[in-house]
Each structure stands twice: as C-alpha cells, then as structure tokens.
T-cell receptor
Framework: DTAVSQTPKYLVTQMGNDKSIKCEQNLGHDTMYWYKQDSKKFLKIMFSYNNKELIINETVPNRFSPKSPDKAHLNLHINSLELGDSAVYFC????????????FGQGTRLTVV | SQQGEEDPQALSIQEGENATMNCSYKTSINNLQWYRQNSGRGLVHLILIRSNEREKHSGRLRVTLDTSKKSSSLLITASRAADTASYFCATDGTGANNLFFGTGTRLTVIP
C-alpha cells in the first residue's frame, strides 16, 4: 500500500478556476505538509499540520488553504488559480515535527493555462 | 531564510566513482537529513544525522556534519547508474517545526 498518496497526479486547468488536491497517509503520522516545487526544483514549505492544527503558515497567498478533515488527510484548496501557480505540489507526512524523516507523495503536477 | 544550499548544482561522474555533495545552511539545527528525488517522483529519505553527531554511514552513503561551519557532505561510494537523481539536504531548525530543503544537486552517473 502507498504510504502517502495524493490525487490527481496531473492537473491542467484554466486561470481563475478553483481546484483541490487530495492527500492521504496511512502511516499513522501526526504531522503532514504541503510543499511546492518550482521549475528549478526549488522546494518551498507551504503548510504543515500537526494533529489537525496548523503549525506554520508560510507566506503563501491566501488563495491557498489547507483543510484537514482528520489526521490522515490534508487537502490543498486553491482559489482563483494564476499562471504562477504552475508547479509540482508535494504532500508529505512525518511522525513528529522534530527529528523525524518525512515521507513524500508522488507529487501533483499543476499546469495553469 | 532557513533554506540550505547544495554544491555543486550538477555533478556528472562515471559509474564506480565516488560522488560528493555539500550542503550549507544558515541557522542552528536539531538535525540534518538527505533526500533523493528521481525524475518525476517524490523525495525519498536517505539518512538523518543529529546535531550532536559528526558522521553517519548507511550502506554506500556516508554523511558528515560540521555544525561550526554549518555544513554537511554526502558521499556516495562506488556509484551506480541507478544513483542518477537529484539530492537534497533538509534542515530542522531549532526554532521551527518544518523541514527546509536546499536547492539540490543533480547527479548523473554515466554507465
């Protein structure tokens, strides 16, 4: 079974649309993350959730909102998509926020046209 | 920014040679981790070294950490074509609750 799974794997959409990316982990981890990887492979932390509470909300536009219905899920909602949102988005989870390895999903390639 | 930086940005070697990648970071850390990313895939954890450790081994991987210089190195010995990937260091800052990734080193191992 896949430890961290995110759907969809590819997402092509028009500017101005609203979209969601789903993430689920079956590892029983307490912390989940969303990262954005740009075309230069630069990985930027967007959000992290610990026990369903937002720990740190990095300086991302408020068009992006994480939603966690339970400890195993952390979905990413994006409103009013812009061209610059095109990137690969990775979900990850870890046992805790300190001294723990992170397990990554396979990524969602978002293309805004 | 707590972002780290890897050096070199790209490295190309022959199969069987050793590959060394370096990572520099800016803040105090609890630990430093190395990850590998194959093209089009997610990141895979390789090794974690705590701030009070200086060296750690795992198979063909050797990681060193120098907290006085805020730097780490990843050595892959006897490289294989399958080692071709991007390698990232990640730090867990003492005042932060996240993993901050470096810019990555793209390693190409030529068969």
């Amino acid at each position: 079974d896949t430890a961290v799974s995110q759907t969809p794997k590819y997402l092509v959409t028009q500017m101005g649309n609203d979209k969601s990316i789903k993430c689920e982990q079956n590892l029983g981890h307490d912390t989940m993350y969303w990262y954005k990887q740009d075309s230069k492979k630069f990985l930027k932390i967007m959000f992290s959730y610990n026990n369903k509470e937002l720990i740190i909300n990095e300086t991302v536009p408020n068009r992006f909102s994480p939603k966690s219905p339970d400890k195993a899920h952390l979905n990413l909602h994006i409103n009013s998509l812009e061209l610059g949102d095109s990137a690969v988005y990775f979900c990850a989870s870890s046992r805790s926020t300190r001294n723990a390895e992170a397990f990554f999903g396979q990524g969602t390639r978002l293309t805004v046209v | 920014s707590q972002q780290g930086e890897e050096d070199p940005q790209a490295l190309s070697i022959q199969e069987g040679e050793n590959a060394t990648m370096n990572c520099s970071y800016k803040t105090s850390i609890n630990n430093l981790q190395w990850y590998r990313q194959n093209s089009g895939r997610g990141l895979v954890h390789l090794i974690l070294i705590r701030s009070n450790e200086r060296e750690k081994h795992s198979g063909r991987l050797r990681v060193t950490l120098d907290t006085s210089k805020k730097s780490s190195s990843l050595l892959i010995t006897a490289s294989r074509a399958a080692d071709t990937a991007s390698y990232f260091c990640a730090t867990d800052g003492t005042g932060a609750n996240n993993l901050f990734f470096g810019t990555g080193t793209r390693l190409t191992v030529i068969p």
